[in-house]
């Protein structure tokens, strides 16, 4: 069965530090992983990774994808409080739905 | 651009009610889909579409029903509703024809079945 497990689950810092958010996946003929963000409405995507190896930046977060490990991590440094969110992470098959395979989220809160 | 755009924002069912949820997108996106989300359980697929006229279903139907009558229009529709369908729904649009590309989310309607 397909899965995709965050960890940690919760995590909680100060503004300034740097966080590294896991990802591990399992997903059948495997295309693509997406990290979104969460803020209490519609996930905003981030990313979408689909070559090892390739680092994807945006500003402070920057993402990476481990094909051979299967595995994925999001970055985000010198944190400020806005970032406090629930972080996403979905992997896609090659399946015809169009299913994103969805991991149960990191919450992450950046205190002052 | 609204994006993709959903009502209502929250609603409140009694056992046995029906309902409509809508959702459109502007985007002129083939894909679409409905997406439910529980406390430790992430989003999970109810249905999809590929284009006017074609759906299929996802991970968890039962209960649900669609039609794509338009490319801007999805929606979503709770026959009898059930306490079990309490839930946050969100719909998505991809540009990408199986929806493999960035899905957009839309806004979310929060349900309550009593």
């Known amino acids: 069965e397909d899965k995709v497990v965050q960890s940690p689950l919760s995590l909680v810092v100060h503004e300034g530090d740097t966080v590294t958010l896991n990802c591990s996946y399992e997903v059948t003929n495997f295309r693509s992983l997406l990290w979104y963000k969460q803020e209490k409405k519609a996930p905003t995507f981030l990313f979408m990774l689909t070559s090892s190896g390739i680092e994807k930046k945006s500003g402070r977060l920057s993402s990476i994808l481990d094909k051979k490990e299967l595995f994925s991590i999001l970055n985000i440094t010198a944190t400020q409080t806005g970032d406090s969110a629930v972080y996403l992470c979905?992997?896609?098959?090659?399946?015809?739905?169009?299913?994103?395979?969805f991991g149960q989220g990191t919450t992450l809160q950046v205190k002052p | 651009n609204a994006g993709v755009t959903q009502t209502p924002k929250f609603q409140v069912l009694k056992t046995g009610q029906s309902m409509t949820l809508q959702c459109a997108q502007d985007?002129?996106?083939?894909?679409m889909s409905w997406y439910r989300q529980d406390p430790g359980m992430g989003l999970r697929l109810i249905h999809y579409?590929?284009?006017?006229?074609?759906?299929d279903q996802g991970e968890v139907p039962n209960g649900y029903n669609v039609s794509r009558s338009t490319t801007e229009d999805f929606p979503l529709r709770l026959l009898s509703a059930a306490p079990s369908q309490t839930s946050v729904y969100f719909c998505?649009?991809?540009?990408?024809?199986?929806?493999?590309?960035?899905?957009?989310f839309g806004p979310g309607t929060r349900l309550t079945v009593l």
């Open positions: 579409s590929v284009g006017a006229g074609i759906t």
């Open positions: 998505a649009s991809s540009y990408s024809i199986r929806g493999r590309g960035e899905q957009f």
């Open positions: 985007m002129n996106h083939e894909y």
């Open positions: 979905a992997g896609h098959g090659s399946s015809n739905t169009g299913k994103l395979i």
